[in-house]
């Protein structure tokens, strides 16, 4: 207590000689609001510190690095770790960090010989996805993203990214093209080759990043929606689709580029089997095509899909996600949905938890990605072509907690118990554990090359709240 006493007036100290930078106490009026995250928003931090220009990071950083203060470092607060937010830590929230700057005609757009990017955007750290997106859209552009726009850019990019643009442009990770940091001694660092393989599937352990430049491309009108199947029998359902999936897949024409379809299984309010469709070519007509073949793989009973905008797809799909809840997720990744793997899956999702905000979804790496190769300019290792399946068990009735979690590892073993040969040995980081990560395994031959880089950039370990590789 005396320790958190004496840190408490040395942030007073640092507010009072730095006017400019929002310094909250939890006795402050807006304390409360700004400290809510996506999960545990039990968690009361010690301080909350809002830096709104990349000098004010320096400073902050400087700050707390001299006065040896833990912080977390905080956009989204979607994490569901600890590493956004801790008790009595202080947060270091970047959300006033937002700036967007489209960079027309970028040299750097390109990248690679598979890239139809045709101009960069300069990014604030802190900005969430769906202000990213709507700036991006008022400009004619758009770029890969996740499903919600509350979710921090910067943290899911640089992680790896997941998204309804993977097939066609890649993940996240790979739309980065330059980087700002503020190191562990305040210092302004712009990324040279080396720390942008490291934060190309490592993350923010090497500093505070203040900005991304990264890869976007001419995106305006799009058909998205949600595609409902019967889910009476979900024993019948699921391996159905999956089966008839495959085949679609495999057949001489294949899956086009701007399709992506992303299963899941809802409580609403019975678990209910859908997909989230997104066809992000301009040419629409051949979209309402692959629609009504997307839809004829299992019995449907109701679709949303409509003509709609990158924005106008993350604001639809937010309204299925709460926005503060209770618990955590458990992630596996399968090479193939095969009958053994659909059978757990429909086992498991048949009993659902009874709590609105559990559910169940994969993302799919197709073969066709420019991300489903080889890169040694990233050490994200998760290339091979996979489905990254995301069970979540979070509740917003925090008494029905013990029973969702235990759900949610139950429904895991049992996909660990599958075909070892169908798993894949890298599983997403942004979705584990400290004590559940095996860096070896993330991240390979490249491990000895992140150690490397955070002993050189933080070897005090300044940014311990980040996965750490020391």
Known sequence: MANQESTIRSIHDFASQNPNITCLTSSSPQFNQLRSIYAHPEIIPLAIIRPSTVKDVQTVVSFLATKRIEFTIRSGG????????RQETVALDMRLINNV???PHSSEAAGSETSTATATATIGGGILT???????HSHGYA?????????????????GGY?????????GVDQIVGARIVNARGEIVEADQDLLKGIRGAGGAFGVVVE?????????????????????????AIPQYNSAYAALAAAEEGLPLALSVHQGILNAPTPTFTVLFVWSSSNLDVGYKWLEKIKTLSPCIASTVQ???????????????????????WTISMKQITEEVARVIAQYTAKMPDDPHILFDMHQLRACSPSARPNNDSVFSAREPHFEFEINTIVEDQGKLQVALAWGEDFREALRRTSAENIMPVQYLSFMREEEVDHSRIFGEHLPFLQELKRNLDPDNVFNAAISYL
């Open 78 to 85: 979607h994490d569901m770790h600890g590493r956004s937010m």
């Open 101 to 103: 700057t489209v960079n």
């Open 130 to 136: 769906g202000d990213l997106i709507s700036t991006l």
């Open 143 to 159: 770029t890969p993203v996740g499903s919600v726009p509350a979710v921090g850019y910067v943290g899911w990019a640089m992680y």
């Open 163 to 171: 998204g309804a643009y993977s097939a066609q442009f890649g993940l």
């Open 212 to 236: 991304l430049t990264v890869r976007v491309y001419k995106i305006q009108k799009i058909l998205a929606g949600m595609i409902m199947f019967e889910s009476t029998d979900l024993s019948t």
């Open 307 to 329: 003509e709609t905008t990158p924005r106008g797809c993350l604001e639809d799909a937010d309204r299925h996600f709460a926005k503060t809840t209770h618990g955590r997720m």
